[in-house]
Nanobody, 128 residues
Framework: QVQLVESGGGLVQAGGSLRLSCAASGRTFSGLIMGWFRQAPGKEREFVASISRNGVSTYYADSVKGRFTIFRDNAKNTLYLQMNSLKPEDTAVYYC?????????????????????WGQGTQVTVSS
């Protein structure tokens, strides 16, 4: 089991930026496919971005493409999400997730069932 702890959420004005971090422990971080998801009140958890084990390949939801960047530092066991040009509709609890099972990374890692470990979430609120 992987332990994941998110940080970096907060309140920001529309057009602003935030960087989320997710510290991982319990498994070899470089062996994990990682993802970010978010959940707004009354809505289902939705995919934001995912990243391959070595950080070379990434996929994004259309709603964040060009504004958000997912990246990782395997030496620091940390996943990041740089969020720029934030919009009120980005308001949600953001979760990082890890897939510790062996499998080839692809665009298929855009659904929650692909991940077996989750953090507790960090709130991001974007005011208009």
């Amino acid at each position: 089991q992987v332990q994941l702890v998110e940080s970096g959420g907060g309140l920001v004005q529309a057009g602003g930026s935030l960087r989320l971090s997710c510290a991982a422990s319990g498994r070899t971080f470089s062996g994990l496919i990682m993802g970010w998801f978010r959940q707004a009140p009354g809505k289902e958890r939705e995919f934001v971005a995912s990243i391959s084990r070595n950080g070379v390949s990434t996929y994004y939801a259309d709603s964040v493409k060009g504004r958000f960047t997912i990246f990782r530092d395997n030496a620091k066991n940390t996943l990041y999400l740089q969020m720029n040009s934030l919009k009120p509709e980005d308001t949600a609890v953001y979760y990082c997730a890890a897939n510790s099972l062996w499998g080839r990374y692809s665009s298929d890692y855009d659904v929650p069932r692909r991940y077996d470990s989750w953090g507790q979430g960090t709130q991001v609120t974007v005011s208009s």
